[in-house]
């Protein structure tokens, strides 16, 4: 499961050049994305992007729902990321993305390598977490 940061490169907003290096490895493996990310990539759009190129992300949204699977977080996950949150990680959506991929033994990618920090030192298992220097 990809976090916000690997869906930005198809709505054409410039972004971190390992996000770049493991997109090119994501020909290689089922991805995943919640609707959540979706959202926080257009607040993101919205603050970087003149209107006049809004069509370019209307293209990139098309690419990621034909290319990658939309997934639903499990009520448990919506419920363990509220935890997170009491437990001082104020990014929701980054503790949801979290809890979706322990709750659906799916991998998660980012690369926020400060919210592994936290769930380390908090106590979270991070065995279902990657970043980008993972890949070959």
Do not use: Q
């Amino acid at each position: 499961m990809a976090d916000t940061s690997f869906l930005l490169p198809a709505m054409g907003v410039e972004v971190e050049r390992e996000v770049i290096k493991a997109i090119e490895h994501f020909r290689e493996v089922e991805v995943c994305y919640i609707e959540a990310c979706m959202l926080e990539a257009l607040w993101k759009i919205l603050r970087v992007v003149p209107l006049e190129k809004i069509k370019r992300v209307e293209e990139g949204i098309n690419a990621i729902i034909s290319t990658y699977k939309l997934i639903n977080p499990p009520p448990e996950a919506y419920i363990n990321a509220c935890e997170l949150y009491y437990y001082g990680h104020g990014d929701y959506i980054d503790n949801l993305l979290y809890a979706t991929s322990r709750e659906l033994d799916i991998p998660l990618l980012t690369i926020d390598r400060a919210f592994i920090k936290f769930l380390k030192k908090k106590g979270f298992s991070t065995d279902n977490v990657m970043t980008p220097d993972k890949f070959p």
